[in-house]
T-cell receptor
Framework: GAVVSQHPSWVICKSGTSVKIECRSLDFQATTMFWYRQFPKQSLMLMATSNEGSKATYEQGVEKDKFLINHASLTLSTLTVTSAHPEDSSFYIC??????????????FGQGTRLTVV | TQLLEQSPQFLSIQEGENLTVYCNSSSVFSSLQWYRQEPGEGPVLLVTVVTGGEVKKLKRLTFQFGDARKDSSLHITAAQPGDTGLYLCAGVDRNNNDMRFGAGTRLTVKP
C-alpha cells in the first residue's frame, strides 16, 4: 500500500516553544491530508483538513492560531503547535488521500507523533 | 463529538471465541472503513465498504455495510491473541469527504 511518513515520531519540548510535525506522502500525491489528535486509550479526533494550496479547514473548538497547518505541496503537510503547553501533549496522526481519487478511496496514515510538553 | 457510535468499547475474550463489533450512525456515509491500531502507531486499513449491503471477508474477519449505509459490523471468527488491538471504524462524510472515527473497540484475546 501507499506510504505516509510522519516526522518526528516523538518530541519533547519546553512549555512556550513551538513544534513542527511533518506529514509526507512518499509514493503518491495527496490533495487532502487530515490531522488527528489521540489521547491515551481514546479514538482519533479530527482536528483539521488540509488541502493543497488552500487554507486548512478546522474543526469546531480547534484553535487555528495555535495549530498552524500548511499544505504547500501535494506531498507535504505540516502541523505546527505554537506556544505549546502541557495540555497539548498528545499523539498526533496525519492521513492522506491520493490525488484524483474519489471520497471512497482509502486514506493512509502516518505512524504518529507523540508530543510531550514539559 | 463522535458521529459514529462504536460498541462495545472494550472486549476481552478467550482464544477461539467469536466476536462482533458494531459501528452505527444516523448519518449516511459514502464509504466506511475499518482500521486496526497498535499502541504508538498509526491505524492500518483493514477494509473499505462502499455499497449498501456489501459483505467483505478478510481471512477470519467478515465486514458488512448496512443496506442504508449508516452502519457496519466486523465479525471475527476463532479469535487469536494476534487479533488484540484497537479496532476503529471510520465514515467518509458524503458532503465534505472528511473522515471521522468511532470511539474504537479495544479487543484483548487471551491465550
Amino acid at each position: 500500500g501507499a506510504v505516509v511518513s510522519q516526522h518526528p515520531s516523538w518530541v519533547i519540548c519546553k512549555s512556550g516553544t513551538s513544534v513542527k510535525i511533518e506529514c509526507r506522502s512518499l509514493d503518491f500525491q495527496a490533495t487532502t491530508m487530515f490531522w488527528y489528535r489521540q489521547f491515551p486509550k481514546q479514538s482519533l479526533m479530527l482536528m483539521a483538513t488540509s488541502n493543497e494550496g488552500s487554507k486548512a479547514t478546522y474543526e469546531q473548538g480547534v484553535e487555528k492560531d495555535k495549530f498552524l497547518i500548511n499544505h504547500a505541496s501535494l506531498t507535504l503537510s505540516t502541523l505546527t503547535v505554537t506556544s505549546a503547553h502541557p495540555e497539548d501533549s498528545s499523539f498526533y496522526i496525519c492521513s492522506a488521500r491520493a490525488l484524483g481519487q474519489g471520497p471512497n478511496t482509502e486514506a493512509f496514515f502516518g505512524q504518529g507523533t507523540r508530543l510531550t510538553v514539559v | 463529538t463522535q458521529l459514529l457510535e462504536q460498541s462495545p468499547q472494550f472486549l476481552s475474550i478467550q482464544e477461539g471465541e467469536n466476536l462482533t463489533v458494531y459501528c452505527n450512525s444516523s448519518s449516511v456515509f459514502s464509504s466506511l472503513q475499518w482500521y486496526r491500531q497498535e499502541p504508538g502507531e498509526g491505524p492500518v486499513l483493514l477494509v473499505t465498504v462502499v455499497t449498501g449491503g456489501e459483505v467483505k471477508k478478510l481471512k477470519r474477519l467478515t465486514f458488512q455495510f448496512g443496506d442504508a449505509r449508516k452502519d457496519s459490523s466486523l465479525h471475527i471468527t476463532a479469535a487469536q491473541p494476534g487479533d488484540t488491538g484497537l479496532y476503529l471504524c471510520a465514515g467518509v462524510d458524503r458532503n465534505n469527504n472528511d473522515m471521522r472515527f468511532g470511539a474504537g473497540t479495544r479487543l484483548t484475546v487471551k491465550p
